[in-house]
């Protein structure tokens, strides 16, 4: 059993930054190929970033490409989620998920554990 717990939401002008951190409790989360997702409003949940067990590898989506950068910490049992140059459209809900990655991105069915999530605001 793994617990999720993401923190490091908030509001934050366009343009700015912003890290989120999730927190997992278990002794398992090291085996565990981690991930974010979002909600906009009206919207469905989406890939964000994902990161190998090892930390080898990690992955993003489109959208967020060259602006974001996931990170672990295994020793710490801790996920990160830097974030910069951030718009208005990555207003969301921010998950951390746990789960099967499927080539380079992580499918919402594939996720074993859920966050409760985090709001991000970007105001423009």
């Known amino acids: 059993q793994v617990q999720l717990v993401e923190s490091g939401g908030g509001l934050v002008q366009a343009g700015g930054s912003l890290r989120l951190s999730c927190a997992a409790s278990?002794?398992?989360?090291?085996?565990?190929?981690m991930g974010w997702f979002r909600q906009g409003s009206g919207k469905e949940r989406e890939f964000v970033a994902g990161?190998?067990?090892?930390?080898?590898?990690?992955y993003y989506a489109d959208s967020v490409k060259g602006r974001f950068t996931i990170s672990r910490d295994n020793a710490k049992n801790t996920v990160y989620l830097q974030m910069n140059s951030l718009k208005p459209e990555d207003t969301a809900v921010y998950y951390c998920?746990?789960?099967?990655?499927?080539?380079?991105?992580?499918?919402?069915?594939?996720?074993?554990?859920w966050g409760q999530g985090t709001q991000v605001t970007v105001s423009s």
């Open positions: 278990g002794r398992t989360f090291s085996s565990y190929n």
């Open positions: 998920a746990a789960g099967l990655m499927s080539g380079a991105t992580m499918r919402a069915r594939d996720v074993t554990y």
């Open positions: 990161i190998r067990w090892s930390g080898a590898g990690t």
